[in-house]
């Protein structure tokens, strides 16, 4: 997938959107961790154990915190894992109501807008916390 900058440590808000929409999503650790962040948000409604859920929940944020500490650093002042969250509740709602409501009214487009500002937050963040982000190859012995 193209990439706006060279090899940031976060992933772009368009590589994000398609854990929401749909799409192919890029190879990225954070973005496995946000993709089960998401699945998690999807299916509460029906949970028959939202406390386990939630356990699970907050593990998913704590690692995606921990992986942003580690290979970010302290150069990410807001907690990442709570942008995401609210991204995944903002998409996961966005979804929904595009799916069970009306495609043009009122409440699916204020989704969707309310979105594209948590979006427009995240480039914001990934600007701020650019920091050169190598991936190695071991050699092949």
Do not use: F
Request: aromatic share 6%; glycine share 4%; charged share 25%.
């Amino acid at each position: 997938m193209h990439r706006e900058e060279p090899n940031g440590p976060l992933p772009l808000w368009h590589e994000l959107s398609v854990v929401w929409v749909g799409g192919l999503a890029v190879e990225h650790p954070l973005i496995r961790l946000v993709c089960a962040l998401a699945k998690l948000h999807r299916k509460r409604r029906w949970a028959r154990r939202p406390l386990v859920a939630d356990r699970r929940r907050r593990a998913l944020l704590d690692e995606i915190d921990l992986w942003v500490a580690t290979n970010v650093g302290a150069a990410v002042v807001p907690p990442v894992a709570a942008l995401i969250e609210e991204m995944a509740r903002a998409g996961t709602r966005a979804r929904r109501l595009l799916a069970t409501d009306d495609p043009a009214g009122e409440a699916v487009h204020m989704a969707w807008t309310s979105l594209a500002a948590l979006a427009d937050q995240w480039s914001e963040l990934v600007a701020h916390a650019h920091v050169p982000y190598e991936y190695s190859i071991a050699e092949a012995r």
